[in-house]
């Protein structure tokens, strides 16, 4: 069943699905499926496999939780065919629940005191006959030793046995939930006297939305609002209804479910009651809750998934290769510390110059960062973006101008949580004895060399690209990072000679232990020389070695093919192309001509069928190739260094540092990412921001709008558009209740003019944003 449904929502066919998951029952990971289990799985790439491993987890937690259920009723004697049935169809686990919470044990309640007291008979009496007046006929179940003592108790009683009756009515919650969904609005205010403390929340004073189609980085910040104590945040069931009507449409449903044709027959007016307390006593609190839970596990995912996004666009950005660079980290008051790691990352040279207030030695760190590129052959100059680094950007600047022999390029990059690597203890293991302060130059001169080996480094949330990151599921949070990490790590490749054991430990069947263990062994016996030298590993058995040797890569060893993608497992369909050209596999490897010529076709086996054997020739063409980008950096204007700096109308070159929903923040090196809102990124309608950049792309912007007073930039993409122009978007984030902008809800822009500064940037997420950037 879990097959079939899991098949009919990717649409594949259910062999395939079968195949995959054996795999991944039996420990393979879904980067070692798309790449090496293509003949099982009939090509299911990554991404599918990703749906399928989430949904199979979801399915199968569902299972176990229906089976759960179906062993209470089932004890409690109340399993019927009808109800098994029913539970057995249940589409989600929310249908599951809805179904269950009759049968659910639950503490005493006050329908089941009025029902020990034997009320049952009249809340059935006057349901089923409202002709009947009420008083008269609960006069009968007037007895005081059972807690009854007069006509009113009586009929309380009775009402409170319908109202949990019909509140445990899995189809007319359902009904219920449905209206809602379609029709319900969040809405929030701030919280009388809270008006100062709660400014970054001032969008969010008096506004009201529909539920259904708010954007994450809205409910988020609205939610987060409310549990500082700033915003009290509810759910309108009934937004057209004006101020002084307190009726329900929901009442109506209730109503039409129970067949109920309230008119004015005695018992209708307590009737009229009963339905109004179901919803708004047991119903409405209890669908709140729920439907603000499902709210908040949607805009969650969404958020995890921007997080996840920008995550892979920073491992994946270009490395800049194995060249000698200094990185420096910038410092006023501290000074600015730098480090020098070689082709290999080894840290070759350290030291702390302080060519800024109050200690002023500008002209003796001239000196020292020139000696230091002479003697070390410095090739890049790698500048930490935090503070004080436009400063040391402009000594850098002047260090090159004086000496010409030295043809180092310098680059700035991003320093987020390289203060977080130089406090660990992977720091420490792999830095022992160097000063903390000098740990954080390291890491920045690493990751120009290699982002993705450095960055792995550090705990994804430090990196500082997510969206209200501490607001979601950290578990959930944190299982989505590991596995964009480990598509990453292994897309790309891992010299198993040179990877520290935090990048080891992402590559597909290994774990902290075992890529400790492959360097100790590295360490003992020197480069690894032939990808079966693995299997002496402690620890590393057959399986480990089936998922990791095809993602970890030997030059110069005993076997060419080991510097490649190819597996291991499929060196045998490399010998029969040996056989078959007349070359040998260092004359094969890189020959385009020969390649191209070969047919796949012509080398399947009963084991390798033709989309393994057309990505061995495809990878002969070019073995061990990046799929990252060729490296690029972006050069920052002169003369514009902090925000006093910036003119409205200026063009200038940035880098995208983090894309959110609603647009994009550029660095252009003034201390503070200024907002691309999504209505100023192009002329063309997009849905997403990621559809036109990504994290650590190079653009230029122009700047529309300053604001130094909020730190606050707002830059277009359009470099036509003029400042000051009445602007068509951005209102998204800024409706009031009642108002409302062309861009509703998140949805895609088509217009020309950027949104002003106030309204683009003015929701709580463009303040988390800005104020990330400063830490």
């Known amino acids: 069943m879990i097959i079939e449904k899991i098949a009919e929502e990717l649409s594949v066919s259910p062999q395939q699905v079968n195949a995959a998951v054996n795999l991944l029952d039996e420990g393979a990971t879904v980067p070692f499926i798309a790449r090496y289990r293509k003949e099982a799985t009939q090509g299911l790439d990554d991404t599918q496999l990703r749906r ?5 987890t979801y399915l199968r937690d569902m299972l176990d939780r229906r089976n759960v259920i179906l062993k209470s009723i089932d004890e409690q ?5 009808v109800l098994k049935s029913k539970l057995m169809a249940a589409e989600n686990k929310t249908e599951l629940e809805d179904l269950y919470l009759p049968y ?20 059935d009496s006057l349901f089923n006959d409202p002709n009947q007046d009420p008083e008269q006929t609960a006069q009968a179940f007037v007895d005081a030793n059972k807690g009854v003592a007069d006509v009113k108790a009586a009929l309380d009683g009775a009402k409170y046995i319908l109202m949990e009756r019909f509140a445990e009515d899995a189809a007319l919650l359902q009904k219920i939930r449905a209206h809602l969904n379609k029709n319900a609005h969040i809405k929030s205010q701030v919280v009388a006297g809270m008006e100062k403390q709660a400014a970054k929340y001032s969008d969010y004073f008096e506004h009201s939305e529909k539920l259904a189609s708010v954007p994450s980085h809205r409910a988020l910040a609205m939610f987060r609002g409310r549990n500082e104590g700033m915003l009290q945040v509810t759910m309108d069931a009934d937004p057209s209804n004006d101020a002084n009507d307190r009726s329900s449409f929901c009442e109506q449903i209730i109503a039409d479910h129970l067949d109920l044709r309230l008119a004015n027959r005695p018992a209708d007016s307590w009737l009229t009651q009963v339905v109004q307390w179901t919803w708004r006593v047991k119903i409405l609190l209890s669908m709140e809750t ?17 997080f996840a996004k920008n995550l892979n666009d920073l491992l994946m950005a270009a490395p800049a290769g194995a060249k000698v660079t200094m990185g420096l980290d910038p410092g006023l008051r501290t000074g600015v510390k730098v480090a020098i790691v070689d082709t290999t990352g080894k840290v070759v040279a350290t030291n702390t110059i302080f060519p800024h207030a109050p200690q002023n030695q500008w002209d003796k760190s001239l000196r020292t960062l020139a000696n230091l590129c002479q003697q070390h052959k410095v090739q890049l100059i790698s500048i930490g973006n935090g503070t004080g680094s436009r400063e040391t950007d402009k000594l850098v600047g002047d260090m090159l101008k004086a000496n010409s022999a030295i043809k180092a390029q310098k680059i700035m990059v991003s320093e987020a949580g390289a203060s977080v690597y130089s406090a660990s203890e992977l720091a420490s293991n792999e830095l022992p004895g160097m000063d903390v302060s000098l740990r954080g130059a390291v890491s920045i001169a690493r990751r120009l060399q290699d982002p993705l080996a450095e960055l792995v480094k550090i705990e994804p949330k430090a990196i500082g690209v997510g969206q209200y990151q501490h607001d979601v599921s950290q578990s959930h949070l944190g299982r989505s990072l590991e596995r964009v990490i480990e598509d990453c790590v292994n897309a790309v490749g891992v010299d198993v000679n040179t990877a520290s054991p935090a990048l080891l430990s992402h590559v597909s069947g290994l774990n902290r232990t075992l890529a400790h263990n492959i360097v100790a062994y590295r360490d003992q016996h020197g480069a690894f020389a032939d990808r079966r030298d693995l299997l002496n590993v ?12 095809g993602f970890l890569r030997i030059t110069d060893g005993n076997n060419p093919l080991d510097a490649s993608a190819v597996h291991p497992e499929a060196y045998p369909v490399v010998n029969k192309i040996v056989e078959h050209t007349a070359k040998a596999v260092n004359d094969l490897i890189g020959n385009r001509d020969v390649l191209r010529a070969l047919s796949p076709d012509t080398f399947v086996d009963d084991r390798y069928g033709v989309p393994t054997v057309t990505d061995i020739i495809s990878e002969l063409e070019k073995p061990g190739r990046d799929p990252r980008p060729e490296f690029k950096t972006a050069t920052f204007k002169e003369g514009v260094e902090t925000l006093n700096d910036l003119k409205v109308g200026m063009i200038l070159e940035g880098v995208v540092s983090n894309v959110a929903n609603f647009g994009a923040f550029v660095d252009v090196g003034v201390h503070q990412d200024g907002l691309v809102h999504i209505s100023a990124m192009t002329d063309k309608f997009i849905n997403d921001p990621r559809d036109v950049v990504k994290a650590g792309d190079i ?4 700047v529309m709008e300053v604001d130094p007073a909020r730190k606050r930039i707002s830059f277009s993409m359009r470099l036509d558009d003029q400042p000051g122009a009445p602007s068509q978007g951005g209102k998204s984030d800024n409706n009031r209740a009642g108002k409302k902008g062309p861009r509703q809800t998140g949805g ?7 949104a002003p500064v106030n309204s683009a940037m003015g929701s709580a997420l463009a303040d988390a944003f800005a104020k990330a950037k400063q830490k």
Do not use: M, N, W
């Open 538 to 549: 402690e620890r590393l058995g057959p399986k480990a070695y089936e998922q990791c040797a």
């Open 699 to 702: 653009v230029k912007v122009k």
């Open 748 to 754: 895609g822009q088509r217009h020309k003019q950027p």
């Open 290 to 306: 729920e439907l603000f839970g499902a709210l908040r596990e949607r805009a969650e995912e969404e958020a995890i998934q921007v």
């Open 104 to 123: 659910k044990p639950k503490r005493r309640t006050k329908g089941q005191i009025a029902i020990e007291a034997g009320l049952t008979p009249l809340a």
């Open 77 to 81: 004697g109340k399993l019927t065919d």
């Open 52 to 56: 399928l491993e989430s949904r199979l």
